[in-house]
């Protein structure tokens, strides 16, 4: 690769040379609202070339880089596209295990209550049920009678 890069140099190099030599006139140039100096039609010709180069080069790393957040933007949209449809689907998951009845509900009716119980207290809840807690903060499900005996039928059978 250096080799070939050599190569263009030095070519590019003996291009200019040849220029210089054979367009050896001196010329003046009208840059329409002043006048430059007389100089060499090879050296104009070389530095105009140059100068072209160098916007062409200049042009093409601008376009490049509009063409390539163009592109980013489109992968960033159809990414945003492919997350919005997977939180989509986990709402729709969520709101299905939120509205689902617990394994409690549904063992021991949608009338069983969550009850914690702290510090050696007497608590009463759904019809006349009592519960008493010594130490420690544990959760019960507090059942009424009726409940109690349908799910102790329910494992029975």
Same mark, same amino acid.
């Given at each position: 690769?250096?080799? *070939?890069?050599? /190569? ?9 040379? &040849?220029? /210089? $030599? ?5 010329? &003046?140039?009208?840059? *329409?609202?002043?006048?430059? !100096? ?6 104009? =010709? ?9 916007? &062409?080069?200049? =042009?093409? =790393?601008? #376009?490049?880089?509009? $063409? ?5 933007? @489109? ?11 997977? $939180?989509?689907? %986990? ?6 295990? %939120?509205?689902? !009845? ?5 063992? +021991? ?10 510090? %050696?207290? /007497?608590?009463?809840?759904?019809? &006349? ?9 544990? =959760? +019960? ?8 005996? +349908? @799910?102790? *039928? #329910? #494992? $029975?059978?």
């Amino acid at each position: 690769m250096r080799f *070939l890069l050599f /190569v263009l140099l030095f070519l590019s190099f003996a291009y200019s040379l &040849g220029l /210089v $030599l054979a367009n050896n006139t001196e010329v &003046g140039v009208n840059l *329409l609202f002043s006048q430059a !100096p007389t100089m060499n039609l090879g050296l104009l =010709l070389i530095l105009c070339l140059m100068l072209g180069i160098v916007i &062409g080069i200049l =042009l093409a =790393l601008l #376009i490049f880089r509009v $063409l390539q957040n163009k592109w980013e933007i @489109s992968r960033l949209q159809k990414a945003n596209v492919n997350l919005q449809a997977q $939180l989509t689907q %986990a709402n729709a998951v969520i709101d299905r295990q %939120a509205t689902a !009845p617990t394994v409690e509900e549904a063992v +021991y009716g949608s009338t069983a209550t969550n009850v914690q119980v702290q510090d %050696a207290e /007497v608590l009463t809840v759904d019809e &006349g049920a009592t519960l008493t807690k010594q130490n420690e903060t544990k =959760l +019960y499900f507090v059942l009424t009678y009726e409940q109690f005996i +349908y @799910s102790v *039928l #329910i #494992i $029975l059978i």
